[in-house]
């Protein structure tokens, strides 16, 4: 009898254990089926989410393209459930960089032309313009990059030289800051440049009463409108190809200051094509064609491209004393710059853009351009307005007028990275007042925040380049000792900011990117080092490990490492 209940009892054992292991795996299963589909988990990370409280994360879910949920990695793991689960092993994730002002396009179709920045004389740029025909043989020479600043003689060239070496091809290059060119006389042959020509807005230097070769500003497009334009093909690589270099430095979103209609058109089939995967705002060029097409429309947007801003310029650039300034260059007294378009048409502009919706993006470097823009946007934009309007560069400000950016809501888009490659020939050509010129904390405090982009391909892509500029207002060999003007260096919270949200902010799509929140677009960066909390200098040789833009890895360097 005691043998049967024995027998009895662990049988009744025996069910209840087989019930219980059937209970645990129904909740199991029930739990499993309650964990939300995610495409990417990324997890063991430092998340700088760049919110409103600068919040830090270790744990990503994302889904659809989008941020589904940001937080712990287990609370992710227990929420969600992926077939991509990526551990990230401590290293560093931020908001996909964004470039607040650059030509990325430009940029592109440079690449196959002869680069000649860092060139120390104007021999050794010409043999470059000969190299580079070897290896790329074309009608007409050009290239772009030279800076006489950056050479012992620093006087500006004359075209003798290219004149010896291409007698029958016409060559146009053009100066690092993009407003000054070197013609050869056969290329002013073809554009009927001669002694008596006259231009507005620009300057055909002269030498014995004949062209020197050297094209200020507006009389550049004297030459360059005879260069015949880049076709469909070569319009498509370039913007491949620039995709490819800035996806390769943490690049999701660029800026493009200045492109005609057919290009926006490109740009928007090659994005709708899935072969254009960067988001871009584009800055329209105040064209006809422009305002048929876009400006006397309602703006145009699309989850990868921004179509509601113009660009327009008031003056030149410093370096070739084109910058449009109160008070003469301290050494050339008798020259105050170039205001490049009349005030009644930068105006006319900006009633149109005020008209029909649109951001007004206007290049002026010198004090006096920007003080005639903030006249003219002060006329259309009212105390307390959200319309964003931009003053590009804002590099020279008199001191009497960094509160009207305040006052006006007008928004300084700066670039970092102008200090410190100005910063040593800057003061010949301002004298006391560089201590108003790159004043990018005095210029931030206006409104709260600034956008920082780099103008590629005038500065090196690398954004990281810009974030170090803006913190430690030196050049990479650390010079000079303890920063140009530190007093308005950026903290690295502004830095790492004005590269992301703000720079998100600046064409209105801070509700859609430029943070890891959840709903906003999944564009994120990992890099090998923690920005906030490394030296300085360390930032300078960061390494993109990935990129990753819509939730879609565009560049993988990390996997690789761990394979």
């Not at 662990?10 to 059937?22: T, V």
């Not at 199991?28 to 990324?42: E, G, N, W, Y």
């Not at 009463?209 to 050297?214: D, E």
Request: charged share 20%; net charge neutral; glycine share 8%.
């Amino acid at each position: 009898m005691i043998q049967n209940q024995l027998q009895i009892y662990f049988r009744n054992m025996r069910q209840h254990k087989l019930i219980n292991i059937l209970i645990i795996s129904m909740v199991t299963m029930a739990s499993c089926s309650k964990r939300q589909k995610a495409d990417l988990i990324v997890i063991n990370a430092t998340v700088y989410t760049v919110d409103s409280c600068f919040s830090i994360a270790n744990g990503i879910a994302i889904g659809g393209g989008k941020i589904l949920e940001v937080g712990n990695s287990d609370n992710i793991l227990r929420k969600f459930q992926s077939d991509r689960v990526l551990d990230i092993k401590g290293k560093y994730v931020y908001p996909g960089f964004i470039d607040a002002h650059c030509h990325f396009l430009g940029y592109g179709l440079n690449l196959t032309k002869a680069w000649l920045a860092g060139a120390k004389t104007w021999e050794e740029v010409v043999n470059r313009l000969v190299e580079n025909q070897k290896l790329y043989p074309t009608n007409w020479v050009e290239g772009r990059g030279w800076n006489q600043n950056e050479w012992e003689v620093k006087g500006f060239p004359t075209n003798e030289l290219l004149n010896k070496l291409f007698p029958n091809k016409p060559v146009f290059i053009v100066r690092i800051d993009g407003h000054a060119a070197i013609a050869n006389n056969r290329a002013l042959e073809i554009a009927g440049v001669n002694q008596g020509t006259k231009v507005s807005g620009g300057q055909i230097v002269l030498k014995n009463g004949k062209p020197t070769g050297l094209l200020i500003d507006n009389a550049m497009e004297l030459v360059r409108s005879k260069i015949p334009a880049p076709n469909k093909a070569t319009k498509e690589k370039a913007l491949m190809d620039a995709q490819k270099n800035c996806f390769a430095v943490g690049l999701t979103g660029v800026h493009d200051a200045g492109l005609d209609a057919d290009e926006v058109r490109l740009i928007d089939s090659m994005q709708r094509e899935g072969l254009l995967k960067m988001r871009i705002n584009t800055m329209l060029n105040p064209t006809s064609e422009n305002y048929e097409q876009y400006i006397q429309h309602s703006p145009f947007q699309t989850d990868r491209l921004t179509v509601r801003s113009i660009k327009i310029y008031a003056d030149g650039a410093l370096g070739s004393r084109g910058a449009y300034l109160l008070e003469p260059y301290s050494d050339d007294p008798k020259n105050r710059g170039i205001q490049v378009e009349s005030t009644e048409k930068l105006d006319s502009i900006c009633a149109m853009a005020y008209q029909n919706g649109y951001q007004v993006c206007t290049h002026s470097i010198g004090d006096a351009a920007v003080r005639l823009m903030l006249d003219i946007y002060s006329k259309y934009l009212s105390k307390g307005n959200d319309l964003r309007w931009r003053i590009e560069h804002s590099q020279v400000v008199d001191s009497a007028d960094f509160k009207r950016y305040g006052e006006y809501g007008i928004i300084p888009s700066v670039q970092t990275t102008h200090a410190t490659s100005d910063m040593f020939w800057a003061v010949n050509r301002l004298g006391a007042r560089i201590r108003y010129a790159y004043a990018y904390q005095q210029l931030l405090m206006q409104n709260g925040w600034l956008p920082n982009g780099s103008d590629f391909p005038i500065e090196d892509i690398n954004p990281l380049f810009g974030f170090y500029a803006g913190v430690a207002r030196q050049n990479h060999q650390g010079e000079p000792k303890g920063g140009f003007q530190p007093e308005n260096a950026l903290s690295r919270e502004q830095a790492l900011r004005a590269m992301t949200i703000w720079a998100a902010k600046a064409c209105f799509e801070e509700n859609m990117k430029g943070s890891i929140e959840p709903g906003k677009f999944a564009d994120l960066v990992v890099l090998d080092i923690d920005l906030l909390n490394c030296d300085i200098s360390a930032t300078i040789r960061a390494q993109v490990l990935m990129t990753v833009l819509n939730g879609e890895v565009v560049l993988n360097k990390y996997e690789n490492r761990n394979n």
